[in-house]
């Protein structure tokens, strides 16, 4: 039986890698793989002892259990270093069977494997995890050179040699445990110093030779323990390993030998160039010429063969359902498209087409590089997203340079191009692209792959979705209905976006209208669907109708809604005979007088029957897009006449930066909507203005006694500012202002005279008597009691701020900050200070870290580099809320360890900077330490800052730190520019001002 397993556990693995090496087999060949690696390890458990079994389970439920955490913990993007990992796992089980068996002491033969299966283990093992680090950004990328490596590398092997010769031939139980110890470190090192000059192209090769050795050190470990079967199937995976990696030599037109002597790691030379671009460390970014709208459009339209590019850069920005998006987009618009797949394109071979796949593009529309290389110069438009080195065509003739003699996608001959990347700088081998150049049939996209490819499918999509009706047009005729039927499908359970229907409903009958959703029995994936998802969302069933209830209201309704449904309304279906929907009944939508459809595209639906409403240009407003946005955008504009402040923008700022006496009026909208950090932020903001502020707490305003006290307790509100109804009811009379946030009941002043109705006599806030109003409700309907509330009638002291609470409120802070955070430059002076400065400093605080804006600054950073400019990081020792913290987190976002200077390293260059720039730090660089005597901080070593020639500083506001000592810069108008609010944001408004 055992040789019978022995014969079939390899014919089964042999198999399942022969499938795996065809896409639309990969699934099935790694099942039938996995069948194999259970029946092998059955009967290794089989044929060991009771108590061998006993432990061997244990690991296997132990390696169980992490196996099933990593399964649910790794994204897409992180699958190559955890390939790395595990190869290095089975070449570091390899090596511990190596120990195992070195430990008896066996005869020659056995030691000789043993030791020979620790060493190539071992390399599997150091090596893999310099791989893993270097993909998973723990390690520098590029690769590291010591001095005289080749040579080491050498010196290494040959003592290597010497341990194989001494543990074969000369192994005693007296000098056993010393040769495993030589031959596990040498062998450590050896992985390290062989890795750790690898990089960028090469690193797809490495993991495949990395995981060839895995399999050669199974094979051999199972020479050393006469483990048959472990000897096959070792040979067959490194056997696979190393034809994977002679093909992806041959597709890099590299030599493996060459890449282990690190020939292809060598720096570029300058002595040539390719066509104007030189090879140098930086490279000056071009300011790209934003393309006319319309003619990215144009262009983009006209295009009937599409060739899409993806690289690492989309898997970074997990972009690959955007892209898949796109390239349905450009289908519908009539043209083909494929997607060019270059095998270093991701971080291992096939990573591309794994995530591609992952985001259901066919696989015939996957062309590896030599099937499509010469199709490009006959393709009216190629989109790259992320992609660099694999395309760069100085790789012809840039004699030298690490790509010089690479294969690459010959995007360059297209007629059109369009690049998503995130920035201009050159891919890991460091060459200048001169497609970057090419300004006339290349149009550059830079920032997040995601929303760049977000704008075009914008773009494709302008036309189409352009509505038959003006926005107000769209607005009035959405008010003027007085009958509207909703008609709900499965692109709105997709998209999740019952909740937001049900508020358009509620928008809707707050205009007057009679609102009903119409079902269809198959409008969702099973018998009521629709009817669940809407009941979830607090629909009234009694707005529920089944079609043959409503299909004949249709005709005399003034209004359809559709919200992601598509064959159930198709009129297609009562005369395309011979089509999969003909016959079926469907809902008599296209009768009604006025249609709107929030369909995410226009393409068919599952019956594949076109739908002629889609061309109805008299009487439908199409929306596509995400439901969540398209019926959000309807609610909206249903909205915009209600929600008009009674007064401009600048009388609002104007009315809330003269209030010195301030009340917030806390509700259950509020704690609905989550905004109590926003609420205190706008306590916060008025106090900085100098207004004492207070919080009315209603006994029944939230939906427990204490509800409110509890939320602004936990958003760090001051106990002294909650006050009870009879405590501060009296004080609204003399209050300058008064903030409600989502509350409605509890301040109606109906109360005191609408007799017969729930409220009467209930006391209420006296909020109706306060000088001015700022009312941040969701909506205008009553509240629980049903009770109108006359303060919404109010023109004359009461603005409304409708929407969800969160955003209100952020409006109004953004209002209150909007005179403080002014720049002492205007908007173009800013830009060019910034992009004068040759030397720049940035200080990162613990603000920084609120807002984990750490790769933004990252970003920024690069953006001066590209500008010319040096860049360094100033640390002080305790900007952060532990020591090292600010460190960590900047190496975390792949600031180079080098740009890193603590306080006492470069304080005394602040006074020759050009610029610095401060993200969320405030103490550790007042300049107030070294006069204020009797201050906290006095005394305290502070970063120079205030000696530099300019100064931004991103913080979230103009508060004193924990030290509660007001910081002078604020003041200074001469050079410092405040960016108030959100790091994250104010950090990328200094990116796009570079850019």
């Known amino acids: 039986m055992t040789l019978f397993f022995n014969i079939l556990i390899p014919i089964l693995v042999l198999i399942g890698l022969w499938m795996m090496s065809r896409v639309p087999s990969a699934v099935k060949g790694n099942r039938i793989s996995m069948i194999a690696m259970a029946l092998a390890v059955l009967v290794a458990l089989f044929n060991g002892s009771l108590i061998a079994g006993l432990i061997g389970c244990l690991f296997i439920l132990v390696g169980g259990i992490v196996g099933i955490i990593l399964a649910r913990k790794v994204t897409m993007i992180q699958m190559p270093q955890t390939v790395g990992l595990l190869n290095g796992f089975g070449g570091a089980a390899s090596a511990l069977v190596g120990i195992v068996t070195l430990m008896y002491v066996p005869d020659s ?119 048959v079967m472990l000897v096959a199937i070792g040979g067959i995976v490194g056997a696979s390993g190393l034809l994977l990696t002679q093909v992806m030599c041959r597709a890099m037109n590299r030599s493996l030998i060459d890449i282990l002597l690190g020939k292809t790691s060598a720096p570029a030379k300058s002595k040539s160039t390719h066509s104007g671009a030189t090879a140098t460390n930086k490279s000056v970014e071009p300011k790209p010429e934003a393309p006319k709208t319309a003619s990215l459009a144009d262009t983009m339209k006209a295009a009937k063969s599409v060739i899409i590019v993806p690289g690492y850069g989309m898997a970074l920005a997990q972009a690959q359902q955007q892209v898949k998006q796109l390239g349905d987009a450009f289908e519908e618009n009539g043209a083909k498209v494929r997607y060019a797949i270059h095998p270093v394109a991701g971080r291992m071979p096939g990573h591309m087409n794994v995530l591609l796949a992952e985001a ?99 773009e494709l999509h302008s036309a189409e979705s352009q509505p038959t009706a003006s ?61 669940v998802l809407l009941a979830e969302a607090n629909v009234d069933y009694d707005q529920l109708f089944e079609m043959e209830q409503i299909n004949g209201d249709f005709v005399d309704t003034d209004l359809v809604v559709v919200v992601g449904a598509n064959d159930v309304l198709n009129p297609a279906a009562r005369d395309a005979e011979g089509t999969p929907i003909y016959g079926m009944p469907v809902l008599n939508v296209d009768q009604a007088k006025n249609i709107i459809i929030c369909n995410y595209d226009l393409k068919p639906g599952y019956a594949n029957v076109p739908n002629p409403l889609y061309d109805n240009k008299e009487k439908v407003t199409l929306m596509l897009g995400d439901a969540k946005d398209s019926v959000g955008n309807l609610i909206k504009e249903l909205h915009s006449a209600e929600s008009q ?35 205190k932020q706008l306590g916060d903001a008025f106090e900085e203005n100098g207004a004492k502020v207070r919080y009315a707490i209603h006994p029944v305003a939230g939906r427990m006694p204490g509800h409110m006290n509890v939320l602004l307790a936990e958003a760090n509100v001051d106990y002294d500012q909650l006050f009870e109804m009879e405590q501060i009811n009296g004080d609204f009379v003399d209050t300058d202002l008064v903030v409600v946030v989502g509350a409605n009941d509890v301040l109606n002043p109906a109360a005191r005279d609408a007799e017969g109705t729930p409220i009467y006599g209930m006391p209420v806030l006296n909020v109706d008597q306060a000088k001015n109003i700022i009312i941040c409700n969701y909506d205008l309907k009553p509240g629980y009691a049903n009770v109108p509330n006359p303060l919404y009638d109010n023109k004359e002291k009461v603005t409304l701020m409708l929407g969800d609470a969160k955003d209100s409120v952020g409006n109004l802070i953004k209002e209150l900050h909007s005179a403080e955070s002014q720049p002492t430059a205007s908007s173009n002076e800013l830009a060019d200070t910034m992009k004068a400065a040759k030397s720049v400093i940035i200080v990162p605080g613990y603000g920084m870290a609120l807002a984990q804006a750490q790769q933004q600054v990252k970003q920024l950073g690069d953006a001066f580099e590209e500008n010319g400019a040096k860049v360094r990081y100033a640390i002080h020792p305790v900007a952060g809320r532990m020591p090292g913290h600010m460190n960590v987190l900047l190496a975390e976002a792949n600031v180079d360890y080098d740009q890193l200077f603590e306080m006492e390293q470069i304080n005394g260059d602040f006074v020759d900077t050009d610029l610095v720039v401060v993200v969320g730090a405030n103490d550790v660089l007042n300049p107030a330490a070294r006069d204020a ?57 200094l990116i796009g001002k570079l850019r």
């Open 933 to 989: 005597e009797g201050t906290p901080i006095y005394g305290m070593p502070v970063l120079n800052v205030d000696q530099a020639k300019n100064i931004i500083i991103c913080n979230y506001d103009l508060k004193p730190g924990y030290a509660n000592v007001p910081n002078p810069l604020y003041d200074n108008k001469e050079k410092v520019t405040l960016m108030l609010g959100d790091a994250k944001d104010s950090v990328a408004t």
């Open 471 to 531: 926005s107000n047009e769209l607005a009035d005729t959405m008010k003027a209905a007085k009958s509207v039927i909703i008609v709900p499908g499965y692109g709105m359970a997709l998209a999740q976006a019952q909740q937001q229907v049900k508020q358009l409903g509620d928008a809707f009958e707050e205009n007057g209208a009679k609102v009903r959703y119409a079902i269809h029995p198959v409008a969702g994936r099973m018998p009521g669907h629709m009817n």
């Open 645 to 679: 402040p009674t007064a401009s923008s600048n009388e609002l700022a104007d009315t809330m930066k003269a209030a010195k006496s301030v009340i917030i009026v806390p509700g259950y909208g509020m704690a609905l909507a989550q905004a109590q950090q926003q609420v």
């Open 109 to 227: 033969f056995e030691s000789f494997t043993s030791v020979l299966a620790v060493i190539i283990g071992f390399i599997t093992l150091s090596g893999s995890l310099i791989a893993a680090g270097k993909l998973h950004r723990v390690i520098k990328q590029q690769p590291t050179i010591l001095p005289n490596h080749s040579l080491i590398l050498m010196i290494v092997l040959i003592l290597l040699a010497g341990t194989l010769i001494w543990g074969g031939w000369f192994l005693t139980p007296d000098n056993y445990v010393w040769v495993i110890l030589v031959t596990t470190i040498l062998s450590l090192l050896f992985g390290w110093i062989f890795t750790i000059r690898v990089g960028g192209a090469d690193m797809p090769i490495t993991i495949s030779l990395l995981n060839s050795l895995s399999g050669v050190a199974g094979g051999i470990a199972g020479m050393a323990i006469n483990n």
């Open 360 to 458: 259901n593009v066919d696989y015939d529309q996957l062309f590896e590089m030599e099937q499509i290389n010469g199709d490009f110069v006959d393709t009216d438009l190629v989109v790259v997203v992320g992609a660099n080195d694999v395309l760069n065509p100085a790789a012809r003739d840039a004699e030298g340079t690490p790509i010089y003699g690479m294969p690459v996608l010959n995007v360059d001959q297209a007629k059109n191009i369009i690049i998503c990347n995130y920035d201009l700088k050159p891919g890991y081998a460091n060459v200048p692209n001169p497609l970057y150049d090419n300004k006339e049939k290349v149009t550059l996209m830079l920032g997040d792959a995601k929303d760049s490819v977000g704008n075009l499918i914008k």
